[in-house]
């Protein structure tokens, strides 16, 4: 019970949440889509087994996700990928991702479609979350993610509208969630084990890493996205 207390287990439960909101703010979207053929009466049952199937999908993606983190070098693969998802989070949209969504007028039938279509937006998801949570450390990674999906899912199904209409009222909120990944990118990076364990592939120079380090490379990290995102979206600007 102490590790719950301790700051660094709430900024990763604050990060999740976050993450979340920026990142799976598209869920329910996909819910009202998939469910919007069915009969009223069923729409909440619809939305119920949806959001639960979407969310034990997840947890359950995360934790291979948090067991294949602790393989050298995927730590930088996956920073990589943390990069890139925020650096598109600050790129204008051309395509509508949901235009391919369609209903269903059977329970069973709109809740797989949920469930599958979350499986394929949840990637980014899934590997931002997965470094927020190594962050707090100690035995309690899982405990923080089911937490984090457990506040987080209430909000972007109940309040998406609320959310959708502060992010276009103000973008500061996109800003700061694609700097947020990568944040979590650069503390992930310099804490894989093939540049901080010495018993791993020992032939692989190691850092030392101290709060200095970590923090310095979290600020690197957001400041190399937001950095990339302004610069790309420049260029798509002058192209269009």
């Known amino acids: 019970m102490d590790a719950l207390m301790t700051p660094e287990f709430w900024i990763a439960v604050g990060q999740i949440i976050m993450i979340d909101i920026v990142l799976g703010g598209d869920n329910a979207v996909v819910i009202a889509l998939a469910c919007r053929k069915l009969p009223p009466a069923q729409r909440g049952l619809g939305i119920l087994w949806g959001t639960a199937g979407a969310i034990v999908l997840r947890v359950v993606l995360i934790f291979f996700a948090l067991q294949l983190l602790a393989i050298p070098f995927l730590k930088l693969v996956g920073a990589v990928l943390l990069v890139w998802i925020g650096v598109k989070l600050l790129l204008p949209e051309h395509d509508d991702p949901h235009a391919k969504i369609e209903g ?37 990674t899982m405990a923080l993610v089911i937490f984090g999906l457990l506040v987080s899912i209430p909000i972007i199904v109940w309040g998406s509208q609320l959310v959708i209409k502060l992010m276009d009222k103000y973008p500061m909120i996109i800003t700061l969630g694609a700097m947020l990944l990568g944040w979590i990118a650069g503390t992930m990076a310099v804490s894989d084990p093939a540049l901080i364990n010495p018993e791993v592939m020992r032939q692989v120079p190691k850092l030392a890493v101290n709060d200095w380090v970590k923090y310095g490379a979290g600020v690197a990290g957001a400041l190399l996205v937001y950095a990339l995102g302004k610069a790309f979206a420049a260029r798509r600007g002058s192209a269009a």
Not at 111 to 127: R, Y
């Open 104 to 140: 269903s007028d059977r329970l069973w039938g709109a809740v797989k479609t949920v469930i599958i279509a979350d499986l394929v937006m949840s990637v980014d998801n899934v590997i931002a979350i997965a470094g927020a949570a190594e962050t707090a450390g100690g035995d309690h």
